[in-house]
């Protein structure tokens, strides 16, 4: 409950840590990247739930 209480706070808290240095269009182009490596490492790590079409 806390962490979704303070999700919103901490997501705030990250950009602008990441748009102070490195600026709006470069925090963006940042986290954007960051997700694509999650999502491959995901699907590199559990290949099932990329072939699974429901949930059983």
Not at 2 to 26: M, R, T, Y
């Amino acid at each position: 409950m806390i962490f979704i209480g303070a999700s919103n706070q901490l997501g705030e808290f990250e950009s602008g840590a990441n748009a102070a240095p490195f600026g709006p269009v470069g925090s963006v182009v940042m986290g954007c990247v960051g997700t694509m490596l999650i999502a491959a490492l995901w699907l590199r790590l559990f290949p099932a739930l990329a072939r699974s079409d429901r949930m059983t």
